[in-house]
């Protein structure tokens, strides 16, 4: 039997870059506490389940109004591990209680700041396209990344996948480029189905949905902007929390 939509938020503990980032405090709250604030106050999200492999920050969920009723094994809670695991996990633990909803909503505490609003309307564009594998949050890029260089072998600047070095194509005006997005940790909502069929989790007909630019913390520094920009915007807070 399916049920409905369930949020996912991966809070794993393992982290390098930023030591204990996902229960480390952005304003007065772990940072795990504002993807689970999002969903608590989607109209359209049913429970909220936190995948962490510590029994720390299972107690930190709980107490942010989460469920987390069971530790992610070791294995896939590793740098390398990819997130098909984890996912899988968490649908074999409510299959087993009868309870594996139709839509998960993958929810990254490392992007805190969100538009319950916006998760609704991303699960409603979902569910209105049949055909879609899966559905992935992206904003605008403020350069297209058809101006964006790698470094040959050789030592020398290429235009990324060019295979000439000849640099001046990407002296063109942006406007002479498509517009390309960065996908985001905003939201992801995937199919259920689609993912016990084939064993992924976007497949090949992903449904985009553009968000507003969204900060994302991969390292101390992303932290402390965070911070700052929650200094001059408390509005975020209030919209979760108020």
Same mark, same amino acid.
């Given at each position: 039997?399916?049920?409905?939509?369930?949020?996912?938020?991966?809070?794993?503990?393992?982290?390098? $870059?930023?030591?204990?980032?996902?229960? %480390? &405090?952005? $304003?007065? %709250?772990?940072? &795990?506490?504002?993807?689970?604030?999002?969903?608590?106050?989607?109209?359209? +999200?049913?429970?909220?389940?936190?995948?962490?492999?510590?029994? #720390?920050?299972?107690?930190?969920?709980?107490?942010?109004?989460?469920?987390?009723?069971?530790?992610?094994?070791?294995?896939?809670?590793?740098?390398?591990?990819?997130?098909?695991?984890?996912?899988?996990?968490?649908?074999?633990?409510?299959?087993?209680?009868?309870?594996?909803?139709?839509?998960?909503?993958?929810?990254?505490?490392?992007?805190?700041?969100?538009?319950?609003? &916006?998760?609704?309307?991303?699960?409603?564009?979902?569910?209105?396209?049949?055909?879609?594998?899966?559905?992935?949050?992206?904003?605008?890029?403020?350069?297209?990344?058809?101006?964006?260089?790698? +470094?040959?072998?050789?030592?020398? *600047? %290429?235009?990324?996948?060019?295979?000439?070095?000849?640099?001046?194509?990407?002296?063109?005006?942006?406007?002479?480029?498509?517009?390309?997005?960065?996908?985001?940790?905003?939201?992801?909502?995937?199919?259920?189905?689609? +993912? %016990?069929?084939?064993?992924?989790? #976007?497949?090949?007909?992903?449904?985009?949905? *553009?968000?507003? *630019?969204?900060?994302?913390?991969?390292?101390?520094?992303?932290?402390?902007?965070?911070?700052?920009? *929650?200094?001059?915007?408390?509005?975020?807070?209030?919209?979760?929390?108020?």
């Amino acid at each position: 039997m399916n049920r409905g939509v369930v949020a996912l938020v991966p809070a794993r503990s393992g982290s390098k $870059g930023v030591p204990d980032k996902n229960v %480390r &405090l952005l $304003g007065d %709250r772990p940072l &795990l506490a504002w993807s689970v604030a999002a969903a608590l106050r989607s109209s359209r +999200i049913e429970r909220v389940i936190v995948s962490t492999d510590s029994a #720390h920050y299972a107690d930190v969920a709980k107490r942010c109004g989460a469920e987390a009723p069971f530790l992610r094994p070791p294995e896939l809670a590793t740098d390398e591990a990819a997130d098909i695991g984890m996912v899988s996990h968490t649908l074999d633990w409510l299959a087993e209680r009868n309870e594996e909803p139709d839509i998960l909503v993958h929810l990254r505490p490392t992007t805190p700041f969100r538009s319950p609003g &916006l998760i609704d309307k991303s699960i409603d564009l979902f569910t209105d396209h049949g055909e879609a594998t899966a559905l992935r949050s992206v904003h605008k890029m403020s350069t297209t990344a058809y101006k964006s260089m790698e +470094i040959t072998d050789e030592g020398i *600047l %290429r235009q990324l996948g060019s295979d000439r070095t000849e640099l001046d194509p990407a002296n063109a005006p942006r406007q002479a480029f498509p517009v390309t997005y960065l996908a985001n940790g905003y939201v992801d909502v995937l199919g259920t189905s689609f +993912i %016990r069929t084939t064993g992924l989790l #976007h497949g090949d007909h992903v449904i985009p949905f *553009l968000t507003p *630019l969204a900060p994302e913390v991969d390292t101390e520094d992303d932290f402390e902007f965070l911070v700052h920009y *929650l200094e001059r915007h408390p509005e975020v807070a209030d919209l979760l929390f108020g």
